[in-house]
């Protein structure tokens, strides 16, 4: 016999003992006592039945959910769509499982979330989905937060053909609503950063895989998010996610082997003012995705039922302590987990606020990615295809959706970067912007969204309009314009971030916002939420108050390093506000 194994042999060997631990922990999912409920959803069930036995009274949803998987409602849909009708009542819940929310009243017709691991696609993907847009849709598509595409404008009678379009694409839409796990999200710039750890994207994919295969996934209380930081340049805000893996370098310690190492955070949930914490606990990248899975499984039976206001895992946490949760967790996992206790971490290299936008060179000697400004995120068809052929001519095909709603094209030589730019400019799109439009951020407001109380993207538009013509920015600066509570657009880690509101003016109500400022993330040293600045503000006045806001930090900062953040976290709220009460407001000639 060979004392050795060749490559083959080790990668069916590293297959099938993969096959082993997979049976293992669906094992996991047996009946944990006699007469239990088996199969795929038996944790849901299970957790739901505990919840009615203690007294309490299941959520509509839940109950929905309970009566029949919303993953097996795939004729139904078939149905409403050959009839050309929109789902009514507790069915526009479930249809959000296969990646169609019905958006009425903002708009009389579907909006399709996908689902691209760690953001990236194929040039040939992006062409696909252009002309889906174009024959079932709006014939445009947003990049979303969570680095991914949204096609609206669906009638109900295509909604079942666009996704059946986007399935021939190789992507999907499902669970990428409701009371799944979201789009994972990865660093943009993974396997080309000079700077990074660790290329986030075969983990990626791998969580991506796990999710649509396991069954137990599709059964959480509520939504869940997921993401994994690389240590590259641009910001994934891992610390906003209810699971973040950031890449750590460990050079030595007790017990520890040099390498890199993923820390587990929980519980990030900005919309109510929490990041995740960090647990204590060090992973080796093959551990993470089966330990997300053993997250997943702890939140499925300990989440609530019975309030979708408390349903979240920040709030299971919360309720049961730190300590235990992990406990839980490794229980599911079915073992303890590494404690980074002893281990010697090298400190992380700063990630870029704006580092998504501009050239910047690869590690890959003489190769550079590309990163346009795209307004407000949406691309036109026609700009899809054109970004799409320039990945395809001077590029890999390769084309990187981040979270601050812009994407980049990569791996392309010096030579033709002039030419990339230009054609770049023919679409209608740039790769320099001003420092206020570089980091501007916002959800999809009630122009398509029944939740948001205001135009956001209309809006974050005449801002920055309004701000550029009046002050003279140099220094990275975000905003963040979210159209309701469920913060979409994430107000709380914006430098300035706004939430929508109404606001009464006379005998009637206008759209208008609550002013927030000093936030960020800690990928860039700037963790904090912001804090509230002024309260139901009328968006016609609240250009003028963030010009005057502005030209307060640029007069009164303590040199032109000192950045938006550090300015605001330096004074009381009060003092800033008296600051900007005497700064002049710029008069333009009409």
Not at 116 to 143: C, E, H, K, S, T
Not at 286 to 299: H, I, K, L, S, Y
Not at 330 to 356: F, N, S
Not at 375 to 388: H, K, N
């Amino acid at each position: 016999m060979k004392e050795e194994f060749d490559d083959a042999q080790k990668q069916w060997l590293q297959g099938f003992v993969s096959g082993i631990e997979a049976r293992k922990a669906a094992d996991k999912l047996a009946p944990r006592a006699s007469g239990a409920p088996t199969g795929p959803d038996a944790l849901q069930h299970v957790a739901q039945d505990r919840a009615v036995a203690s007294g309490g009274k299941l959520v509509a949803e839940e109950t929905a959910k309970r009566a029949r998987h919303p993953l097996d409602r795939w004729d139904e849909m078939v149905v409403r769509a050959e009839a050309g009708q929109f789902p009514k009542g507790i069915d526009v819940f479930l249809t959000k499982y296969h990646g169609l929310f019905f958006v009425a009243p903002a708009e009389n017709s579907f909006m399709c979330r996908l689902r691209m691991p760690n953001g990236i696609l194929n040039a040939w993907q992006m062409r696909g989905l252009a002309d889906a847009a174009d024959a079932f849709g709006g014939g445009y598509a947003d990049v979303t937060t969570r680095a991914n595409l949204q096609i609206r404008e669906i009638p109900a009678q295509a909604a079942v053909d666009l996704l059946l379009a986007v399935q021939d694409l190789g992507l999907t839409a499902r669970g990428s609503g409701a009371d799944n796990i979201r789009n994972i999200t990865g660093s943009a710039t993974a396997g080309i950063d000079p700077q990074e750890l660790y290329d986030t994207r075969p983990l990626c994919r791998a969580m991506h895989h796990y999710i649509l295969n396991h069954r137990e996934m599709y059964g959480l209380p509520r939504k869940f998010n997921i993401a994994f930081d690389g240590g590259g340049r641009v910001p994934v805000l891992e610390d906003t996610n209810d699971i973040g893996f950031v890449a750590t370098e460990v050079t030595g310690g007790a017990g520890f082997e040099p390498g890199i190492y993923f820390r587990l955070q929980l519980g990030g949930i900005t919309g109510h003012l929490d990041f995740a914490f960090e647990t204590g606990i060090l992973l080796k990248p093959e551990e993470c995705v089966t330990v997300a899975g053993a997250v997943g499984r702890a939140f499925a039976i300990h989440g609530d039922r019975t309030n979708r206001q408390k349903a979240r895992l920040k709030y299971v946490i919360d309720r049961m302590g730190r300590e235990a949760f992990v406990a839980e967790v490794e229980k599911e996992h079915g073992g303890k987990l590494r404690r980074a206790a002893g281990a010697q971490v090298a400190p992380r290299r700063l990630a870029d606020k704006h580092g998504h936008i501009g050239v910047h060179p690869q590690k890959q000697a003489g190769r550079n990615y590309l990163g346009p400004v795209l307004p407000v995120g949406r691309l036109t068809s026609e700009q899809m295809r054109g970004i799409a052929g320039i990945a395809d001519r001077f590029g890999s095909g390769t084309i990187r959706l981040t979270v601050w709603q812009n994407l980049l094209i990569s791996d392309v030589a010096d030579r033709d970067v002039g030419v990339c730019i230009a054609a770049l400019a023919a679409l209608g799109l740039g790769v320099e912007a001003s420092a206020l439009r570089r980091g501007l951020v916002a959800c999809t407001g009630n122009a398509g969204c029944k939740f948001a109380a205001s135009n956001t993207k209309g809006h974050a538009l005449k801002l920055a309009d309004h701000l550029e013509l009046r002050v003279a920015i140099d220094t990275p600066i975000n905003i963040h314009l979210t159209g309701c509570h469920h913060s979409c657009a994430q107000h709380y880690v914006g430098d300035i971030g706004l939430i929508a509101a109404r606001v009464e003016r006379g005998e009637d109500s206008v759209e208008g916002y609550h002013v927030f400022i000093g936030g960020g993330a800690a990928a860039t040293a700037e963790q904090a939420m912001a804090r509230e600045y002024a309260t139901s503000v009328a968006f016609d006045d609240l250009p003028p108050l963030l010009e005057r806001l502005l030209t307060a930090y640029l007069a009164h900062r303590e040199s032109t390093t000192e950045s938006f953040f550090e300015f605001c976290r330096r004074h009381e709220i009060a003092a800033l506000r008296d600051l900007a009460e005497r700064a002049p407001v710029l008069a333009l000639a009409a």
